[in-house]
């Protein structure tokens, strides 16, 4: 197998719309290499990036995928990312390994919702992305409008085409070089006059992208004001300077399906996409931050950004190598939980095909298999010289089933299903719930926890039934009051005595529960004191007026009274309940509920239908900001209204707004809602009576 040196390899994710042509893209470069024999489709699932069978089913990509290209002694590895929003975590952990984004931009299109939100984490990491336009051979495609797009919608964007397309649709023949001023024909890209009805839209074209070059290029841009025409090396070195430091944003065009654009495509992703080795990241030793420049000479410092667990090979982690050489057979500790492990297997991917490596040098990207316990996220590094790289942060889920197992053998192995089900995708998150008595399966939208649903029951041999989870909501007291009970039990042998004397009072958001004894005279002896708390702790975990967990609450014995014989630990247990529960009913008992953060990002055009929905949710807006040209609306919301919110939104934009929801804290819910909250309960009870 051919090695790489650092130099010559590039590292790009693949990013955009569903449905822009990443997967198509992929396959096209695979087979334009002629790295596969036989071109696949994403239709009929035969693509080498879409193996996994759900992907298959559905037409879309669910997982990342690496896909290496050999192409003029570089290697580039393609992340193939999907586009469907619900499975943003994948673009993540890609662009956590990736140097730069290739942006895929449907030609009909143009900028799509998707294409925004890639355009924004590219901007937060602060990646360089280059445009290719594709589909240019579809009916109504239109670069021009394309182009306009991404420059209207996109924040800080300065998009320069690199390119120009030769007819669009049916007419399209193939592309301009804005650099090389030369026509490229066909898929083999046969170098042609530009055609005379487009000279003077390719020069205006031209001088643009020359501008670009040259302001990113200190002297460049003296020599250009100085009215020196610049030489296609120089403009080659501007743009890639430009690029680097994500001032540019080129655009190129063509045909994915159609293999036209391709074969300029790929010498510009190796000229303007940053080796590994142009950059570092920032990681560290201890207490200590190193720069860390993909230096092969360096200390062995690996990220683990993928784990598979597959029932034939066992488990599978993608890394990417920031620093050093791996050896096979080499030793690395695991730096999260400082064990040692052996690195008997290591390979290249390409879609689900592992070929065996010898080493993985900085920069590249490899898999190691049969790590036991070796998690997305962690850090594989030398054990003489442990360096941690930050994990990538991953969003909060937003959407949750409640699972149960559908039979008994299921629920034997439901929860190694579910956690092995985490451990490959750090957007899933399995909840139990104390409150509601449920695991909640959360994820990022319908379809995210449908996928997981599927794959326990195809991957893992489990089956699950799945419902809306119930609201965790919380029991409380609003004010002091007291009560007693006597617990008597007279049967035949010894009886059962005990009294006791309690006083609940409100306590402070968040402070628990506290349980206080005010008993003197030993009225009751303190060997009983633990039997009544007991008791009361009991009460708390089962709820007092919806069946719901009781929070910041003080109970305080101060009297009761005991019998020499018949007063034991089980009657102090009773009376502490039941004592309980009647001075909880007395203190104005309210039910809690769980409000939550939400922060949503729309189009402007859409804020006022945002806001006034927010009204029927009982939301709270706490203040608004301007985002180019779209609105984040921040507000307060209870959980009990936006479990489905996620499809209400699309429906209200279109789409093209996204949010994201953190728990703030629990509040009194409106006695209206109470009353029906626990009238519901109390039909419960008497189902399952």
């Known amino acids: ?215 990113a290029d200190d002297d460049l841009i003296m020599k250009y004001l100085d009215g020196e025409e610049l030489t296609p090396e120089e403009v080659r070195h501007g743009l890639h300077i430009g690029v680097k430091n994500c001032a540019i944003a080129p655009v190129y065009c063509g045909s994915a399906i159609r293999d036209m654009g391709l074969e300029r495509l790929l010498p510009a992703l190796l000229r303007y996409v940053p080796a590994p080795n142009e950059h570092s990241i920032t990681a560290t030793r201890g207490e200590a931050q190193v720069e860390l420049t993909n230096d092969p000479n360096g200390p062995v410092a690996l990220s683990v950004f993928r784990t598979i667990i597959d029932r034939y090979v066992g488990r599978m982690n993608y890394v990417r190598s920031f620093s050093g050489v791996l050896h096979k057979d080499d030793r690395l500790m695991n730096v999260r939980s400082g064990k040692e492990e052996r690195i008997a297997n290591l390979f290249t991917a390409r879609g689900k095909d592992l070929q065996p490596l010898d080493e993985l040098t900085a920069g590249d990207i490899g898999v190691i298999t049969k790590l036991d316990d070796v998690l997305t996220g962690d850090t594989l590094a030398s054990a003489n010289d442990l360096l941690t790289i930050a994990p990538p942060h991953y969003p909060q889920p937003l959407y949750g089933v409640a699972v149960t197992p559908a039979t008994k053998a299921d629920s034997a192995k439901m929860g190694q299903a579910l956690a092995a089900l985490t451990e490959e995708d750090p957007t899933l998150r399995v909840e139990s719930v104390a409150a509601t008595k449920q695991n909640v399966l959360q994820g990022m939208g319908e379809t995210h926890v449908d996928v997981a649903v599927r794959r326990l029951e195809q991957k893992f041999g489990v089956k699950v039934d799945t419902s809306v989870p119930k609201v965790s909501y919380h029991e409380t007291v609003s004010r002091t009051a007291s009560a007693q009970y006597r617990h008597k039990k007279q049967t035949g042998g010894a009886g059962q005595f005990a009294e006791v004397h309690m006083r609940v009072e409100p306590l402070a958001s968040g402070a628990g529960f506290e349980y206080v004894s005010e008993v003197f005279g030993g009225a009751i002896s303190g060997v009983f004191l633990p039997s009544i708390e007991k008791g009361v702790r009991q009460v708390m975990e089962q709820g007092v007026i919806a069946g719901y967990p009781v929070v910041d609450v003080k109970a305080v014995v101060y009297d009761g009274k005991e019998h020499p014989v018949d007063s034991k630990d089980i009657a102090f247990q009773t009376a502490g309940r039941e004592v309980f529960k009647l001075a909880m009913q007395q203190a104005d008992p309210v039910l809690l509920e769980p409000i939550y953060r939400i922060e949503v990002t729309v189009p402007e055009e859409y804020m006022g239908d945002v806001m006034s929905d927010f009204n029927t949710r009982r939301g709270r807006v706490q203040g608004m900001e301007q985002k180019g040209n779209r609105t984040v609306v921040r507000a307060l919301v209870p959980l009990a209204e936006v479990m489905r919110y996620g499809t209400d939104l699309r429906s209200m934009t279109q789409g093209r707004g996204v949010y994201t929801l953190e728990f703030d804290h629990y509040e009194p819910v409106p006695k209206h809602l109470t009353d029906a909250i626990v009238a519901n309960h109390k039909v419960e009870e008497s189902e399952h009576a």
């Open 1 to 215: 197998m051919t090695k790489f040196r650092t130099d010559q390899i590039r590292n790009l994710a693949l990013l955009g719309h569903s449905g822009s042509g990443k997967t198509s893209l992929a396959e096209a470069l695979l087979y334009k290499t002629k790295a596969i024999s036989r071109l696949g489709r994403v239709e009929d699932g035969s693509t080498v990036a879409d193996w996994d069978p759900e992907e298959q089913r559905r037409g879309i990509s669910i997982n990342l995928a690496v896909v290496p290209v050999e192409y003029d002694s570089h290697k580039l590895n393609f992340i193939d990312t999907p586009g469907y929003l619900d499975f943003v975590g994948e673009v993540v952990s890609a662009l956590h390994v990736a140097e730069a984004g290739l942006v895929l931009v449907d030609a009909v299109a143009g900028c799509e919702v998707g294409t925004e939100l890639v355009w924004d984490r590219l901007e937060e990491l602060g990646k360089p992305r280059i445009f290719f336009v594709n589909k240019m051979d579809r009916e109504n495609a239109n670069f021009q409008r394309a182009v306009e797009s991404l420059r209207s919608t996109l924040v800080g964007a300065k998009v320069v085409p690199l390119q120009l397309p030769i007819g669009e649709a049916d007419s399209f023949k193939g592309v301009i070089s804005l650099v090389t001023m030369e026509a490229y024909l066909g898929p083999d890209g046969t170098p042609a006059p530009i055609p005379e009805n487009m000279r003077d839209e390719v020069e205006a074209a031209h001088q643009v992208m020359v501008e670009a070059a040259a302001e």
